[in-house]
T-cell receptor, first 114, second 112 residues
């Protein structure tokens, strides 16, 4: 998985609790992304980052926030989890100098909100 | 909203046969990529085709792009059981700076 780890890999939480998912990379890639994957929807972009402290919203950002204080770490926070946020979350990285514009994906985090 | 829609949603073939998946998208693009996802895993990049290209090959993969119809196809020749996976197209519209929009995927099952 191209030097990308996600933690935790599985989490069960209750509605209304805060949740933070971590993405860690060892590739020194500048761009990082958070997606959620749900049946029938493919992957949808939540937030992305073009560099340290440089983040922006994606297609489905409501209810999520992110932070990137170091190149290697990109955190996704659900401030108050809801059942609609039950999903599989993927982190991805890319290098803007890559002519193939490849995104490399982490193994995913399965989140269940009860 | 989804930029790409794959067709069919599911495809079942026998080993040795060819598999063709199609992707349609809505807006103009810089490039189109195809990714594979094995069950329970992250996506893996397969191939990129730029908007000024019509066809591209990589091993047993052949990708075509028709920008006038806003569609692409992925052909896997001589399929193997190991090709069983979901396949997604992803587009990179102009002005989106490396943000990809993924389709809903085609689930391919290759049986022995």
């Amino acid at each position: 998985d191209a030097g990308i780890t996600q933690s935790p890999r599985h989490k069960v939480t209750e509605t209304g609790t805060p949740v933070t998912l971590r993405c860690h990379q060892t590739e020194n890639h500048r761009y990082m992304y958070w997606y959620r994957q749900d049946p029938g929807h493919g992957l949808r972009l939540i937030h992305y980052s073009y560099g340290v402290k440089d983040t922006d919203k994606g297609e489905v950002s409501d209810g999520y926030s992110v932070s990137r204080s170091k190149t290697e770490d990109f955190l996704l926070t659900l401030e108050s989890a809801t059942s609609s946020q039950t999903s599989v979350y993927f982190c991805a990285i890319s290098d803007p100098t890559d002519l193939q514009e490849t995104q490399y994906f982490g193994p995913g985090t399965r989140l269940l909100v009860l | 909203s989804q930029q790409g829609e794959e067709d069919p949603q599911a495809l079942s073939i026998q080993e040795g046969e060819n598999a063709t998946m199609n992707c349609s998208y809505k807006t103009s693009i810089n490039n189109l990529q195809w990714y594979r996802q094995n069950s329970g895993r992250g996506l893996v990049h397969l191939i990129l085709i730029r908007s000024n290209e019509r066809e591209k090959h990589s091993g047993r993969l052949r990708v075509t792009l028709d920008t006038s119809k806003k569609s692409s196809s992925l052909l896997i020749t001589a399929s193997r059981a190991a090709d069983t996976a979901s396949y997604f197209c992803a587009t990179d519209p102009p002005g989106t700076a490396s943000k990809l929009t993924f389709g809903t995927g085609t689930r391919l099952q290759v049986t022995l």
